[in-house]
């Protein structure tokens, strides 16, 4: 298999599957477009022959078979690799989780526009600001806080379901949010942030993310250059 993927150190969506296949060791080729999105750029043609979205991430199945969409892919793990605990083994569990991964995938948008996805940088004075100016981040901040807290206190943790899961790879990036903005969460999900980037599949994507040395201006509304 293959996963086409964008910038790691912006984008969020690619995030999520390959740091799933990163922890349990499920074998794939990295396919990693540079984000350019002029029409006919060469990211656009390379997407054009996997899948109709001009969307990553893409996974690619051995005779070409694409599957695009988180979900989508996430679903497909776990049915080509039901050896691994992907979703939670309990019924319960596994429903919740899969609401959890639901609510990412079509909530929060004031959290996405405010504080895009920037692994390498630290800006808490922006952090502290949008968190002062718009009510719709705070409103997604404390829905977090109340739906890890919720999950961590019924599983026991250390991650949303126990393990770690589809659930803490979808939210990997949400955890990038708060450390690059410094916003205000209490210990319990302060400690749970901090576990998501030890774990084996989210620390090695930012260790790439670090190394990439990349700087596109138009996925970065708060600075002028890496440096500024």
Same mark, same amino acid.
């Given at each position: 298999?293959k996963?086409?993927?964008?910038?790691?150190?912006?984008?969020?969506?690619?995030?999520? @599957? %390959?740091?799933?296949?990163?922890?349990?060791?499920?074998?794939?080729?990295e396919?990693?477009?540079?984000?350019?999105?002029? #029409?006919?750029?060469? !990211?656009y043609?390379?997407l054009?022959?996997?899948?109709?979205?001009?969307?990553v991430p893409v996974?690619?199945?051995?005779?070409?078979?694409?599957?695009?969409?988180t +979900?989508?892919?996430v679903?497909? +793990?776990?049915e080509?690799?039901?050896?691994?605990?992907?979703? #939670?083994?309990?019924?319960?569990?596994?429903?919740?989780?899969?609401?959890l991964?639901?609510?990412?995938?079509?909530?929060f948008?004031?959290?996405?526009?405010?504080?895009?996805?920037?692994?390498?940088?630290?800006l @808490?004075?922006?952090?502290a600001?949008?968190m002062?100016?718009?009510?719709?981040?705070r409103?997604?901040?404390?829905?977090?806080?109340?739906? %890890?807290?919720?999950?961590?206190?019924?599983?026991?943790?250390p991650?949303?379901?126990?393990? !770690?899961?589809?659930?803490d790879?979808?939210?990997?990036?949400?955890?990038?949010?708060?450390r690059?903005?410094?916003?205000?969460? #209490?210990?319990?999900?302060?400690?749970?942030?901090?576990r998501?980037?030890?774990?084996p599949?989210?620390?090695?994507?930012?260790?790439?993310?670090?190394?990439?040395?990349?700087? +596109?201006?138009?996925?970065? @509304?708060?600075r002028?250059?890496?440096?500024g």
């Amino acid at each position: 298999m293959k996963l086409v993927i964008g910038n790691k150190n912006y984008s969020s969506w690619s995030m999520r @599957p %390959w740091v799933l296949m990163r922890h349990f060791g499920i074998a794939f080729d990295e396919v990693l477009l540079r984000f350019d999105f002029a #029409p006919g750029s060469a !990211f656009y043609r390379e997407l054009a022959r996997h899948t109709p979205t001009a969307q990553v991430p893409v996974l690619v199945d051995d005779d070409g078979f694409a599957v695009w969409d988180t +979900l989508a892919i996430v679903e497909t +793990l776990a049915e080509r690799f039901p050896q691994h605990a992907i979703w #939670p083994a309990d019924a319960k569990a596994r429903a919740r989780a899969r609401s959890l991964c639901a609510e990412m995938h079509a909530g929060f948008g004031a959290l996405r526009q405010h504080c895009p996805q920037n692994l390498e940088a630290s800006l @808490p004075a922006v952090g502290a600001r949008v968190m002062a100016e718009q009510p719709a981040v705070r409103a997604d901040l404390a829905r977090l806080v109340a739906m %890890w807290t919720d999950a961590l206190a019924a599983s026991g943790g250390p991650f949303l379901f126990g393990a !770690f899961g589809a659930a803490d790879a979808y939210y990997a990036p949400v955890c990038g949010r708060i450390r690059t903005y410094a916003l205000p969460v #209490p210990p319990v999900v302060g400690d749970y942030v901090e576990r998501v980037f030890a774990s084996p599949g989210v620390a090695a994507w930012g260790a790439d993310a670090l190394a990439e040395r990349d700087f +596109l201006d138009f996925e970065e @509304p708060y600075r002028t250059s890496r440096e500024g």
